[in-house]
């Protein structure tokens, strides 16, 4: 646990990877807490944040915006969160240019990849996040016959890697990452630094455990359709979706549990079938996504043949239930079996 109080964290955000700032985009809707909570210091306790994210920052980019960049670097920005989004190319497959880069080196005139500003910033960060499941596991951007041999942050630093404050890699994957779920492990991170939390619990992959938990399954508001072996073959159908492709039981997401932005939309939840895009085997083994899951077969052949079964005995439970007790009716005499006692 960080004991010593900090007033100001520094969040040094990488866009640069093989990615489409889709994360930078998806955090602007969080309201749990809002971007704009934390930087205006809304929360009591926290530390002041600076937040540098090209896609979001005053400068719009250029050499003023790459300042804190050097400045991180030389140690300037004490303590900082390094956020890295968009996956890790593989810089030493090819004998010249680059694959993804940011700013240019003043000494030599050239881009400065963005592996390189990893080797920088890292082992000066206090903590290292990975956003979105490109900087987790590789995501669509290192899926089967990419030219660019690209990974997840952990691929390229080591699955053991810490920062120097005892911090494993942070992974909050999805892609985008739901809002909420990054900015509540963000949130976590500041009071982590202010002293006023534990070592953030995450599982092996990195995830925090409050957040990936559990399967999509676990919290679809169409589970009770599945189990009644009632499956939609159509889109637009309100029943379980595994027969028309959802990954649901097997993919660690809480979006159907919690929507996307306060509480709406989602993924099955709302119809679409979940296609494992939190997962570090994303895309490649969950695709074509619209075919059923070859694992889904067993289960909903025996869901089905049981759950027929149990839907009829639940409906004729069900009409009993929305029959009104017979004593509710006018009349000259009280039939609801009253005992009057004195
Ligand atoms: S739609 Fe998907 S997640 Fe929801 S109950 Fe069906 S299989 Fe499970
Ligand atoms: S429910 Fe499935 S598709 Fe939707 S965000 Fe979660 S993992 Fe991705």
């Not at 809707?29 to 971007?35: D, F, G, V, W, Y």
Request: hydrophobic share 40%.
């Amino acid at each position: 646990m960080t004991r010593t109080r900090v007033e100001a964290v520094h969040i040094v955000w990488i866009t640069a990877g093989l990615g489409c700032d889709g994360d930078s985009v998806s955090i602007t809707a969080a309201s749990q807490p809002s971007l704009e909570d934390v930087i205006l210091g809304a929360i009591p306790g926290l530390p002041r944040v600076y937040l540098h994210n090209p896609v979001l920052a005053y400068e719009l980019g250029g050499d003023s915006f790459m300042t804190w960049w050097y400045q991180a670097e030389r140690g300037e920005l004490d303590p900082f969160v390094l956020v890295v989004e968009g996956s890790i190319p593989n810089e030493r497959i090819k004998r010249e240019g680059y694959w993804a880069a940011l700013g240019t080196d003043p000494a030599t005139g050239q881009p400065i990849t963005t592996c390189e500003w990893i080797d920088r910033l890292a082992p000066k960060a206090w903590a290292v996040v990975a956003i979105g499941t490109c900087a987790t596991y590789g995501g669509i951007h290192a899926m089967q016959g990419n030219p660019t041999g690209a990974m997840g942050l952990a691929d390229y630093l080591g699955h053991s890697w810490k920062s120097w404050a005892g911090i494993p890699i942070v992974n909050v994957p999805g892609c985008p990452v739901q809002p909420d779920n990054f900015m509540e492990t963000l949130l976590y991170l500041l009071y982590q630094a202010a002293g006023l939390a534990p070592m953030i619990p995450l599982d092996d992959l990195g995830r925090p455990t409050w957040l990936f938990g559990r399967t999509v399954h676990e919290g679809c508001d169409r589970g009770s359709y599945y189990e009644q072996g009632d499956f939609a073959t159509e889109y637009g159908a309100p029943q379980c979706l595994v027969k028309l492709g959802c990954w649901g039981p097997v993919v660690q997401c809480n979006v159907p549990k919690r929507g996307w932005m306060a509480g709406i939309g989602g993924c099955p939840n709302v119809g679409g079938i979940c296609i494992g895009c939190t997962m570090p085997g994303f895309p490649d083994k969950f695709m074509p996504f619209m075919d059923e899951p070859p694992g889904a077969k067993l289960s909903t052949g025996i869901a089905g043949a049981y759950g027929g079964a149990i839907r009829a005995l639940r409906n004729i439970t069900k009409s009993t239930l929305n029959k009104e007790p017979s004593w509710r009716r006018k009349g000259q005499e009280l039939a609801t079996g009253y005992q009057p006692r004195w």
